[in-house]
């Protein structure tokens, strides 16, 4: 078993899963993933919530990420060994390293390693001594998976991205705001074809309402659509008069988009009002923009892959 739980720990980096992970593994057993995952998590006292939370694309949790990380690295450098899908043992030489009693076992420490150092270097053969002392440095130092890091350069990218959508829209006609709203709309699925919808726009008169939309393609119910493309932020006597709108119009479902923002107050009335009022405010319609393709293309393309370990437990 590991050490006894510490209090009040975060999320570990993987560097620092490593030398739990290979403690225990100290027994020589086979041990799987899933229990190695409970007992660092308990080691960590890193709660359920906690082990809950995904790294930014929402495909992994993060905790699980890290220690997965710790492990592969363990591997390389020939301290632990893979019996089966899931399942891993300590090595010889794993055993020698934690007899040594290391205080911490990182990328640092297993660059001693030769099978580690030599993965490390197979892509950079002409490296000089001091070039690898470096390389080791920042290894040492470094916290995040190399998912993480894909994640968060994607993540500072799209609210780049996002930043510039938004300003874009502050300087469009309203007209084409209004336009851009209901290719939106239909793009997330309402409104059946976009021809339908955009017949819609402008129908209603000037009463509040800025076009009405199909809720879905059989038209069984409709969203009437406030589009305002403002600066500032649009406060509850907005919200108000829109909410009266709808009632003029018998409606019960509404979307109230701006450029801009919402404050509390506007917030608070369309939450505890009975039609149904959604706001999108200026960050949401660019990130929504961004999800659905509107308004941007695509640059570069990456995919991340993975050993396909169902495909390697046939062999033998």
Aim: aromatic share 6%.
């Amino acid at each position: 078993m590991v050490k006894p739980p510490e209090k009040n720990m975060p999320i570990p980096d993987f560097q620092s899963a490593m030398r739990p992970l290979l403690d225990l593994a100290k027994d020589g057993r086979d041990h799987t993933v899933r229990d190695s995952l409970d007992s660092l998590a308990q080691h960590f006292s890193v709660t359920d919530d906690e082990r809950r939370i995904l790294l930014p694309s929402g495909r992994a949790e993060l905790f699980t990420n890290r220690v997965a990380w710790a492990k592969t690295h363990l591997r390389m450098a020939g301290l632990i060994e893979n019996r089966s899908r899931g399942v891993f043992r300590i090595t010889t030489r794993g055993l020698e390293v934690l007899k040594a009693n290391p205080k911490r076992i990182d990328l640092r420490v297993l660059q001693a390693e030769p099978p580690y150092a030599a993965a490390r270097v197979r892509k950079r053969p002409e490296a000089s001594a001091e070039e690898r002392e470096k390389a080791g440095v920042r290894l040492e130092q470094e916290q995040r998976t190399p998912e993480e890091v894909i994640e968060e350069a994607y993540v500072s990218l799209r609210e780049s991205l996002a930043e510039e959508l938004l300003q874009r829209l502050r300087t469009v006609s309203p007209e084409f705001f209004e336009r851009l709203v209901v290719e939106l709309l239909v793009k997330i699925g309402y409104g059946g074809t976009r021809k339908d919808a955009g017949e819609a726009i402008g129908r209603s008169g000037d009463e509040g309402i800025d076009g009405i939309i199909k809720e879905d393609r059989l038209g069984l119910d409709l969203i009437y659509i406030q589009a305002k493309r403002w600066e500032q932020t649009v406060g509850r006597p907005e919200i108000q008069k829109f909410a009266g709108a709808l009632q003029g119009f018998r409606a019960k479902k509404g979307i109230f988009i701006t450029t801009s923002d919402f404050s509390s107050e506007a917030k608070q009335y369309a939450d505890k009002i009975d039609s149904k009022i959604v706001l999108l405010d200026g960050e949401q319609v660019a990130e929504l923009m961004i999800d659905f393709g509107l308004g941007v293309s695509g640059v570069a393309s990456y995919e991340v892959k993975r050993v396909d370990s169902d495909f390697f437990s046939e062999e033998g």
